[in-house]
């Protein structure tokens, strides 16, 4: 049972460039979490998708970020126009329910990562 | 709002002996869920060990224990006969009960194991 997937591991690209990160869940998953992590700083969060539907999005920046889940396919996190301070490891995670209900306290299993360099 | 306070930047431990990494975190929340998270340099986050606040029992995963304190609002993890391949950032992280997706994590603790 492969764990999350994410590709790129790596992107580079130069700044007003467009970087799209993509996350396959685990199988049977269907809640995805996107984290952003800062040298030298824990993950913070950006957004929570089911398919077709943004849960959360309380984390994202306002302009340029967007994401998205579709019902086929991995979900998707797109930033436009891309800056230096987009320099970062984007984490993706899955988990099979929405943690909500707190039962079990479902685990989010993350992916290895996607390191976005802007020069 | 949650934060989570990790005040060890770096720590080092001999291989085989024991260290332990502190954490505080700041929540009007009665029932959470922290979590303990390993970082090695592959980048890839694997989870070390949780605990639901409701449970006064610390958690237990082999080697890890945690010590927590839910009135003092503390969460330390014990890493016992410490391996060369413990060598990590190590993260710790609060999740509300009623979980939006933003789970709230520390700064990390870098902790290297000498042979």
């Known amino acids: 049972n492969a764990g999350v997937m994410q590709n790129p591991r790596h992107l580079v690209r130069r700044r007003g460039q467009e970087a799209r990160l993509r996350c396959s869940p685990m199988?049977?998953?269907?809640?995805v979490y996107w984290y952003r992590q800062l040298p030298e700083e824990g993950l913070k969060f950006m957004v929570y998708l089911q398919k077709e539907n943004i849960i959360d999005e309380s984390g994202m920046p306002k302009e340029r970020f967007s994401a998205e889940f579709p019902k086929e396919g991995p979900s998707i996190l797109r930033i436009q126009q891309v800056v230096r301070g987009d320099s970062a490891a984007y984490f993706c995670?899955?988990?099979?329910?929405?943690?909500?209900?707190?039962?079990?306290?479902?685990?989010?299993?993350f992916g290895a990562g996607s390191r976005l360099t802007v020069l | 709002a949650q934060t989570v306070t990790q005040s060890q930047p770096e720590m080092s431990v001999q291989e085989a002996e024991t260290v332990t990494l502190s954490c505080t975190y700041d929540?009007?929340?009665?029932?959470?869920?922290l979590f303990w998270y390993k970082q090695p340099p592959s980048r890839q986050m694997i989870l070390v060990i949780r605990?639901?606040?409701?449970?006064?029992q610390n958690a237990t995963e082999n080697r890890f224990s945690v010590n927590f304190q839910k009135a003092a609002k503390s969460f330390s993890l014990k890493i016992s006969d410490s391996q060369l391949g413990d060598t990590a950032m190590y993260f710790c992280a609060f999740m509300k009960h009623w979980f939006t997706g933003d789970m709230r994590f520390g700064a990390g603790t870098r902790l290297t194991v000498k042979p």
């Open positions: 995670a899955s988990s099979p329910l929405s943690v909500e209900t707190g039962a079990g306290a479902n685990v989010l299993t």
């Open positions: 605990q639901e606040a409701y449970k006064q």
């Open positions: 929540t009007s929340e009665n029932n959470y869920y």
């Open positions: 199988k049977g998953h269907s809640h």
